[in-house]
């Protein structure tokens, strides 16, 4: 086998519409398709990431819970590279998204913070 890259991070939601907000209009990704699955009641948008990596955004009638715990087994955090962390947080902000405060890598020196998503999944900002 040869991986080559990420294809798409799927996320399932709770509420679609808060969802669709906050991923198209907070932070900014591109609506590339959207569609509406009947016979799952379920709803599957396409979100371009700087026109290369793509986030499939889902619904389902009755989703459970999400474990919060940032140490549990599984997929621990949605990572996105910015250039500028202070005007992303600002702009965040703007939005009334509670974001923590910014930190500095130890290895890398980076700046880095962390947000959530309506249904609190993890998100980092990393500034490259």
Request: glycine share 4%; charged share 30%; proline share 6%.
């Given at each position: 086998?040869?991986?080559?890259?990420?294809?798409?991070?799927?996320?399932i939601?709770?509420n679609?519409?808060v969802?669709k907000?906050?991923?198209v209009?907070v932070?900014?990704l591109?609506?590339?398709?959207?569609?509406?699955r009947?016979e799952?009641?379920?709803?599957?948008?396409?979100?371009?990431?700087?026109?290369?990596?793509?986030?499939?955004?889902?619904?389902?009638?009755?989703?459970?819970?999400?474990?919060?715990?940032p140490?549990a087994?599984g997929?621990?955090?949605l990572?996105f590279?910015?250039e500028n962390?202070?005007?992303?947080v600002q702009?965040?902000?703007?939005?009334?998204?509670?974001?923590?405060?910014?930190?500095?890598?130890p290895?890398?020196?980076?700046k880095?913070?962390?947000?959530?998503?309506?249904?609190?999944?993890?998100?980092?900002l990393y500034?490259?």
């Amino acid at each position: 086998m040869n991986v080559k890259k990420i294809h798409h991070i799927a996320v399932i939601c709770s509420n679609y519409e808060v969802s669709k907000d906050f991923y198209v209009r907070v932070l900014g990704l591109t609506p590339l398709r959207e569609v509406y699955r009947e016979e799952r009641d379920s709803y599957k948008l396409d979100l371009v990431v700087n026109g290369q990596y793509q986030i499939e955004l889902f619904s389902f009638p009755t989703p459970p819970a999400r474990v919060n715990d940032p140490e549990a087994a599984g997929l621990r955090h949605l990572a996105f590279e910015i250039e500028n962390i202070e005007e992303a947080v600002q702009q965040l902000k703007d939005m009334q998204v509670k974001v923590e405060d910014i930190r500095i890598d130890p290895w890398t020196q980076k700046k880095f913070t962390f947000f959530s998503d309506p249904d609190g999944l993890p998100i980092e900002l990393y500034e490259c």
